[in-house]
């Protein structure tokens, strides 16, 4: 039974941080790309980075590219996206989702996504 539980939103100021955990159960990471997506109130899903659990490369978009780390822990079977000097654009629902690693050409695409978190609520402002 495949699980992903996302955990560590909140509410903060501008050029604060978090740190978003997803446990992941019922599959092991290295077998997996797992990706973070974000959804703010009437817009669409968009991909905010992914590692994959072959190489632990990584891909950010362009609007966290510095600010965003995401990074993954086998032994805990979690992974972590650590979020810095947040920005009120950045308020969001938060989601871990996973896909088998297969070689598809979009990683940032949802619908690739096998299995997906609750999400987590994430609010910037001041």
């Known amino acids: 039974h495949v699980q992903l539980v996302e955990s560590g939103g909140g509410s903060v100021q501008p050029g604060s941080s978090l740190q978003l955990s997803c446990a992941a159960s019922?599959?092991?990471?290295?077998?997996?790309?797992m990706g973070w997506f974000r959804q703010a109130p009437g817009k669409e899903r968009e991909g905010v980075s992914y590692i994959r659990g072959s190489d632990g490369s990584t891909y950010y978009t362009d609007s966290v590219k510095g600010r965003f780390t995401i990074s993954s822990d086998s032994a805990k079977n979690t992974v972590y996206l650590q979020m810095n000097n947040l920005k009120p654009e950045d308020t969001a629902v938060y989601y871990c989702?996973?896909?088998?690693?297969?070689?598809?050409?979009?990683?940032?695409?949802?619908?690739?996504?096998?299995?997906w978190g609750r999400g987590a609520q994430v609010t910037v402002n001041s």
């Open positions: 989702a996973a896909m088998i690693e297969l070689p598809v050409t979009n990683l940032m695409r949802p619908a690739n996504y096998d299995y």
């Open positions: 019922g599959f092991t990471l290295d077998l997996y790309v």
